[in-house]
């Protein structure tokens, strides 16, 4: 009886071990360091066939800060500040925090417009059960937010492409359910914005913005993606944060780099800009 106990105790531990797990179903074993290129697929290939199911023939990404909310919050936001800041006036940070929120301000009406924008574009290429220049965006808050928004005004399909951050990020609530996906990679998640598109349109925002857009300006200007049009909401915002112009003068770039983009300020003139390029 010592031994078949033994032999049962034996079985246990046999059938309780990691490694008699099968290997796709063994989240410890997937979530190696040496599983990094099958980990790296798998975020490849998991919305690609989703965007076959549905089939996703051509996306309009747009980026843009995750801090410029619709124009109602953002006025609830500054007030708070402005109360916190009766309560101790010579308090610095508190006078630096309703001067960042009273640009925020200023801002939202780039919610509005990015709102429109898709609002316009889904509403014109999402007839008859076709999804051409479906709106994808980052998935998140602001400026994503108010494209998926437009899409979901018109009862047209989104995308939302969310990412794993230290601290968490939930999707807005406007994306297409079966169209909403979380990345661990940013390479990955970068490839999946630029792989359909049609056109890059790009909203003021700050370092993941900057990021995303010189991203595709590089892939242009050495010939690594499809002709698209880049066009970029709020010139004064976008010429005092970047100079383009200064690039050029320098040399460090060419002077037709400069064509390799767009300023424009209402979502008729973005949409009609992207009709003219592709010849619609």
Known sequence: MS???????NLEAILRSANYRVAYKDVDFLAGTELRPVRMQLELLKPELAFQ???IRSTIVVFGSTRIPEPAVAEVHLERARARLADTPDDPRRKRAVARAERIV???RYYEIARQFARLVSSSCQADGKCDYVVITGGGPGIMEAANRGAYD???KSIGLNIRLPHEQQPNPFISPELCFQFHYFAMR????????????????????????????????TG???HIPIIIFGREYWQRVIDFEHLADEGTIDDENLDLFRYAETAEEAWEMIRRFHHH
């Open 224 to 226: 690594r993606m499809q």
């Open 154 to 156: 018109v009862g047209a």
């Open 53 to 55: 199911d549905h089939d």
């Open 106 to 108: 200023s801002k939202c």
């Open 190 to 221: 970068k490839f999946h914005f630029i792989l359909r598109a049609k056109a890059l349109v790009v909203f003021p925002g700050g370092f993941g913005t900057i990021d995303e857009l010189f991203d595709a300006l590089t892939l242009r200007q």
């Open 3 to 9: 031994d078949e106990r033994e032999r049962e105790k």
